[in-house]
């Protein structure tokens, strides 16, 4: 059977071409059951051939809870009711044995996150995590540190650098147009771009990625890939909303499995060379379908558990890593 021409032509990208916002568009109109698989298979060709290598990550939430800003859609803002555990934030010698518990099963790569708005100027709880870098770089020095921790100024990116972090997590969530309804008002979407511009004046990469099923269009979807693309950043983590109860965004529909399928793969034609990374969802919203969704043109997966959800075991994830190299 023929591949249908939209596809056809987009196999360019396995060429070095890029597809312009109209052309991944129409894709995301117009391919739909039979033609999604053929879709998913450029998509994995082209991560085959730009980004082969296959990682896992590991992320410990340092700062749980009780959050100023009033993001719709998360379980740690303080003007939700959803019930998770809230702490403050945890000593460095916690945080050290997280990381040693998944640097013993392989993982190589470590993201320390804390709720909040984020750090201006350094002050106590900013100090002791720069303690924390400097006890998991001594301790561990072959493991790659990332951090969250909302907007900083100019200082904090400094002494990060300074203090051996390699890579920070500052998620865009959804289109930059849309931002907005998401996150109605305490903090803008230009906070955070000019935090990613900081990060990459001291040469902290960047792993800035979003959330599917916030009731975004397929125009949101593809403004946020290409929003990603025009960052240049290092990596995404891409999540599947699971609607948590407490939150405004509860009563959202799941995700369906095509339609994350077909999300990850225009991404992935997107941004051809970048690590793409399946996050939450995987395990739950996802089950039966984390498989399929990771030959989509993924390559990465962060494991071992969430901000307030469980994840899969280490171990797991492992094995299936290692199945996936036949594809």
């Not at 095509?258 to 089950?287: I, Q, W, Y």
């Not at 390559?299 to 036949?326: H, I, P, S």
Request: proline content about 4%; glycine content about 8%.
């Amino acid at each position: 059977m023929k591949l249908h021409p939209l596809i056809e032509d987009a196999y360019r990208v396995l060429e070095g071409k890029e597809l312009s916002r109209d052309e991944l568009l129409a894709l995301a109109g117009e391919i739909h059951g039979e033609d999604l698989l053929d879709l998913i298979s450029l998509a994995n060709k082209v991560r085959r051939k730009f980004a082969p290598q296959w990682s896992r990550c590991s992320i410990v939430n340092a700062r749980s809870g009780r959050c100023g800003e009033d993001c719709r859609f998360c379980a740690q803002s303080g003007h939700h009711h959803s019930e998770i555990e809230t702490y403050p934030l945890l000593e460095p010698e916690k945080v050290l044995a997280a990381a040693r518990k998944v640097h013993a099963e392989g993982v190589r790569t470590f993201g320390y996150v804390t709720s909040g708005r984020g750090w201006l100027k350094p002050d106590g709880d900013f100090i002791k995590i720069l303690d924390t870098m400097d006890l998991l770089h001594r301790e561990l020095p072959d493991m790659y540190l990332c951090v969250s921790l909302g907007i900083l100024g100019e200082e904090c990116v400094r002494l990060l650098a300074e203090h051996h972090v390699r890579r920070y997590n500052m998620n865009l969530q959804t289109a930059p147009g849309k931002y907005g309804e998401l996150v109605a008002t305490s903090h803008s979407i230009t906070e955070k771009l000019e935090t990613i511009r900081l990060l990459k004046k001291y040469g902290i990469a960047n792993c800035t990625g979003g959330i599917f099923g916030l009731g975004e269009t397929w125009e949101d979807r593809i403004d946020l890939a290409l929003a990603v693309r025009e960052l240049d950043v290092e990596g995404s983590p891409l999540n599947i909303l699971l609607p948590i109860p407490g939150t405004p965004l509860e009563g959202r529909p799941i995700v369906s499995p095509a339609d994350a399928a077909k999300a990850f793969a225009l991404f992935r034609l997107a941004n051809p060379a970048k690590t793409l990374k399946f996050c939450a969802g995987r395990e739950t919203v996802m089950s039966d379908f984390q498989g399929l969704l990771m030959l989509s043109g993924l390559n990465a997966l962060m494991t071992g558990g969430y901000l307030t959800t469980r994840g899969r075991d280490v171990a797991a994830d492992k094995r299936l890593l290692r199945q996936l190299e036949d594809f």
